[in-house]
Each structure stands twice: as structure tokens, then as C-alpha cells.
């Protein structure tokens, strides 16, 4: 396993970690991504960590809290051995004390995942989506107070747009208060909005990718294809409305790609859908789930070896759209480009 520094940080985290939001099957867009219990949890850690994967993601609205439940359950006698992170902003429930991130909400969302997770600290601490309605100040004055309480050691941001993820790091500057140092987005081949305004930003302030969905919502696992319809057991049939939206034909045209490229390699399509990622700017670490064993070790495949640059190319064509205004003159003039290249 590789390893990479978090961000600017002294937090090195593997290039792949264990998304854990199939664990606990509550709901019904998490029990169609997965029901796994603590007993089976239990194996694909241990599988995971085999493999050096060592950080293990989940959030507190994962199956209405079970997902921490289950995955404090499976770990439980190595925690040293293991990172944990985990989120909270997002509505658990109908009350406003239930929702955001303001103070009193921050502090009781970690205090409830600590107890369920069975630990007293979290690696990793992340704001599931920016909340409008606190003032940033409270919010990263909170976090801090957690982080110099002990139970947080890390802390970052998840969905976050260009301008509140700048906005929340000059306020925590400003008052020298702890900074956030990752990012969890959504990034894919059939999803690179990424790239546009967040990677530069994460590049010039210090901040990591810890990418979810890696492959755009389960249409990237080589099951998806022109002309075909999707198939039986594929989630998209219960989950597609909550995900990425992605058009059909550039999601065709990459999976074309991916295809010649399985064929030329060997590897699987996820397997080169993953890699492709792991050599993108920024990205500190991808976020892979499995519902069982299978699945795990084909997504763990991704590591230890390497595209060619001409089929990185081909990748990069297929999957490469025109950014809105004001994006898209620093990719297509030259000019802007000369001025301000892109990150990638």
C-alpha cells in the first residue's frame, strides 16, 4: 500500500481507504447500498488492514447512525492499529438542534459517534456539507475547541463549494484556530467538476482530496455498457436519483475506453477507473466500499501498478468535458491558460 501525506499535514493515509456506508443496512437509499453486520464488517477489515488499508470512513446519518455502530464493532481491540473518519452537519432527525453546525449541534454529533464508535477520538473529522446559517467563526472556533480537547485530531470538510471552503480556512487563519486539511468530493472519470475551482484551491491551500464515489455511483464497475440494460442486482435501480447525475453517452464513451485499456492490461475496469484517480493532483486518498469479499479485493487490485501516459490520454479525452464560464477559457484559450494553467 502507498501511503500519502494528508493534505498539509503531518497525517499520512493510505491511497485507498474503506468507504463503511454499506455497514448497518437502516433506510432506504443505505440498505440498498448494503446491510453488512458487525460479524461481517469484522472480515473485511481484516482483509483491509491485511492489505494496509488503514483509514475506514463513515458519518453519523449512515444508516441512521448504524454504520458507526457496526463498524466500532468490528474494530474493536485494534483500534491502534487504524484511522477513523467520520461526519456530521447533515439532518439526523426532524429537530433544528439535529441539523448544521453550529456549537451545541457539533459538539453532541461527536460526542454520539464517539459512543458509537466505541473510542474516545476521531483521526479524521469532517463537515458533511457547509451550513449557511451559522456564522463560520462558530463553526471553526467549535471544531478547534473539539480538536484541543483531544477528541479530534484532524479536521476537514466534505461537498464544500470554492468559496466556502476558502471562506471557513481564512476564518480558522485569522483567529489561529486548526484548519481544515482534507476535502471529501466527489471526483470520477464520468464526474471531473472536481478539477475546476476545488483542486486548484486544494493545491494552493494545503487542503487533500478524500474522493467518494470514485466510481460515479456504481456505473464505472464494468456491468454498465451501450446498447445493454442495466443489469439485475445493479443499485442504480433504487439509488441512481440520489447520486451524480452523469450523461449516458460520455458515460458510454469512457467505458469504451476502459474497456480497450482492460483488455491491453489485464485489469479490471474499476481497477483502471481507480488508478486513473490515484495519479490525479491532490487526491490523498480514494474511498472504496464492498459488500463483501469479492468485491474488496478487486477494488484493492487498483494499487501497485501503473497507466502509461498514452493511456492516461486516452482516459483524459474520453472523460474530458468543457467547464462553465468562468471556468473554461483557462482550459481552452491561451491566454488564460498562460496565466493561470489548470491544475491537472
Given at each position: 500500500m502507498e501511503y500519502r501525506r494528508l493534505g498539509a499535514s503531518g497525517l499520512h493515509v493510505p491511497a485507498l481507504?474503506?468507504?463503511?456506508?454499506?455497514?448497518?443496512?437502516?433506510?432506504?437509499?443505505f440498505s440498498a447500498w448494503g446491510d453488512t453486520d458487525a460479524e461481517q464488517a469484522r472480515r473485511l477489515v481484516d482483509i483491509s488492514l491485511e492489505a494496509g488499508v488503514t483509514m475506514f470512513d463513515t458519518a453519523d446519518v449512515y444508516s441512521d447512525g448504524a454504520s458507526e455502530e457496526v463498524l466500532?464493532?468490528?474494530?474493536?481491540?485494534?483500534?491502534?492499529?487504524?484511522?477513523?473518519?467520520?461526519?456530521?452537519?447533515?439532518?439526523?432527525?426532524?429537530?433544528?438542534?439535529q441539523a448544521g453546525s453550529g456549537r451545541s449541534r457539533l459538539i453532541g454529533a461527536v460526542e454520539a459517534s464517539l459512543r458509537r464508535l466505541g473510542t474516545d477520538y476521531i483521526d479524521l473529522f469532517q463537515l458533511h456539507a457547509f451550513d449557511a446559517g451559522t456564522p463560520v467563526e462558530e463553526v471553526v472556533a467549535a471544531l478547534d475547541d473539539l480538536v484541543r480537547?483531544?477528541?479530534?485530531?484532524?479536521?476537514?470538510?466534505?461537498n464544500f463549494a470554492g468559496w466556502q471552503l476558502m471562506k471557513s480556512l481564512a476564518a480558522a487563519d485569522k483567529h489561529g484556530l486548526t484548519r481544515y486539511v482534507a476535502h471529501q468530493v466527489y471526483y470520477s472519470l464520468v464526474g471531473r467538476d472536481?478539477?475546476?475551482?476545488?483542486?486548484?484551491?486544494?493545491?494552493d491551500q494545503g487542503v487533500g482530496a478524500v474522493v467518494w464515489s470514485p466510481l460515479g455511483w456504481g456505473r464505472l464497475t464494468?456491468?454498465?455498457r451501450r446498447g445493454q440494460p442495466l443489469p439485475?442486482?445493479?443499485?442504480?435501480?433504487?439509488?441512481?436519483?440520489?447520486?451524480?447525475?452523469?450523461?449516458?453517452e460520455k458515460l458510454y464513451d469512457v467505458v469504451d475506453v476502459l474497456d480497450e485499456l482492460a483488455a491491453e492490461t489485464g485489469k479490471t475496469v474499476p481497477q483502471i477507473a481507480l488508478n486513473w484517480l490515484l495519479r490525479r493532483p491532490t487526491v490523498a486518498t480514494v474511498i472504496v466500499g464492498a459488500r463483501n469479499e469479492d468485491q474488496l479485493r478487486q477494488n484493492l487490485g487498483a494499487i501497485g501498478w501503473e497507466l502509461t501516459p498514452d493511456q492516461i490520454a486516452r482516459l483524459?479525452?474520453?472523460?474530458?468535458t468543457t467547464p462553465p464560464y468562468p471556468y473554461y477559457p483557462y482550459y481552452r484559450l491561451p491566454d488564460f491558460t498562460r496565466l493561470n494553467p489548470p491544475a491537472v
Amino acid at each position: 500500500m502507498e501511503y500519502r501525506r494528508l493534505g498539509a499535514s503531518g497525517l499520512h493515509v493510505p491511497a485507498l481507504s474503506f468507504g463503511a456506508g454499506t455497514f448497518g443496512g437502516r433506510g432506504e437509499l443505505f440498505s440498498a447500498w448494503g446491510d453488512t453486520d458487525a460479524e461481517q464488517a469484522r472480515r473485511l477489515v481484516d482483509i483491509s488492514l491485511e492489505a494496509g488499508v488503514t483509514m475506514f470512513d463513515t458519518a453519523d446519518v449512515y444508516s441512521d447512525g448504524a454504520s458507526e455502530e457496526v463498524l466500532g464493532a468490528a474494530i474493536k481491540g485494534r483500534r491502534d492499529q487504524l484511522l477513523i473518519s467520520t461526519k456530521a452537519s447533515l439532518p439526523t432527525g426532524p429537530s433544528p438542534t439535529q441539523a448544521g453546525s453550529g456549537r451545541s449541534r457539533l459538539i453532541g454529533a461527536v460526542e454520539a459517534s464517539l459512543r458509537r464508535l466505541g473510542t474516545d477520538y476521531i483521526d479524521l473529522f469532517q463537515l458533511h456539507a457547509f451550513d449557511a446559517g451559522t456564522p463560520v467563526e462558530e463553526v471553526v472556533a467549535a471544531l478547534d475547541d473539539l480538536v484541543r480537547a483531544g477528541k479530534i485530531r484532524y479536521l476537514g470538510a466534505s461537498n464544500f463549494a470554492g468559496w466556502q471552503l476558502m471562506k471557513s480556512l481564512a476564518a480558522a487563519d485569522k483567529h489561529g484556530l486548526t484548519r481544515y486539511v482534507a476535502h471529501q468530493v466527489y471526483y470520477s472519470l464520468v464526474g471531473r467538476d472536481y478539477e475546476w475551482e476545488l483542486m486548484p484551491l486544494g493545491q494552493d491551500q494545503g487542503v487533500g482530496a478524500v474522493v467518494w464515489s470514485p466510481l460515479g455511483w456504481g456505473r464505472l464497475t464494468g456491468k454498465i455498457r451501450r446498447g445493454q440494460p442495466l443489469p439485475e442486482g445493479s443499485r442504480l435501480h433504487q439509488t441512481a436519483a440520489a447520486g451524480p447525475p452523469v450523461d449516458d453517452e460520455k458515460l458510454y464513451d469512457v467505458v469504451d475506453v476502459l474497456d480497450e485499456l482492460a483488455a491491453e492490461t489485464g485489469k479490471t475496469v474499476p481497477q483502471i477507473a481507480l488508478n486513473w484517480l490515484l495519479r490525479r493532483p491532490t487526491v490523498a486518498t480514494v474511498i472504496v466500499g464492498a459488500r463483501n469479499e469479492d468485491q474488496l479485493r478487486q477494488n484493492l487490485g487498483a494499487i501497485g501498478w501503473e497507466l502509461t501516459p498514452d493511456q492516461i490520454a486516452r482516459l483524459d479525452k474520453a472523460s474530458a468535458t468543457t467547464p462553465p464560464y468562468p471556468y473554461y477559457p483557462y482550459y481552452r484559450l491561451p491566454d488564460f491558460t498562460r496565466l493561470n494553467p489548470p491544475a491537472v
